[in-house]
Nanobody, 124 residues
Framework: QVQLVESGGGLVQAGGSLRLSCAAS????????MGWFRQAPGKEREFVAA???????NYADSVKGRFTISRDNAKNTVYLEMNSLNVEDTAVYYC??????????????????WGQGTQVTVSS
């Protein structure tokens, strides 16, 4: 069992930056692919970024060049650095871990464990 706790969300002006963190419990964090998803009000949950245990990354087109996913296996933590934020980035951001899929999957069904989410609000 893995528990995921996100932090770092908040209110930021358009053009600003935030860094989200996701701390994972468990001794096998190194083996998990990790992902970030987001859900805006009235919309489906969507893929944002993912990273394999070896550091290969995958990004949604909407965030490429603006967001960076990284992980620190020594700290059991995955990060999402978000730059040049715009109002369309407003959503609850969720961290997810996959024990089954080794790739940086963009499918939510690939992930076995989810955090509770952290709110990111971008004002114009």
């Amino acid at each position: 069992q893995v528990q995921l706790v996100e932090s770092g969300g908040g209110l930021v002006q358009a053009g600003g930056s935030l860094r989200l963190s996701c701390a994972a419990s468990g001794r096998t964090f190194n083996n998990y692919a990790m992902g970030w998803f987001r859900q805006a009000p009235g919309k489906e949950r969507e893929f944002v970024a993912a990273i394999t245990s070896g550091g290969l990354t995958n990004y949604a087109d909407s965030v490429k060049g603006r967001f960076t996913i990284s992980r620190d296996n020594a700290k059991n933590t995955v990060y999402l650095e978000m730059n040049s934020l715009n109002v369309e980035d407003t959503a609850v951001y969720y961290c997810a871990a996959s024990a089954r899929v080794r790739s940086a999957s963009s499918y939510s069904s690939s992930y076995d464990y989810w955090g509770q989410g952290t709110q990111v609000t971008v004002s114009s």
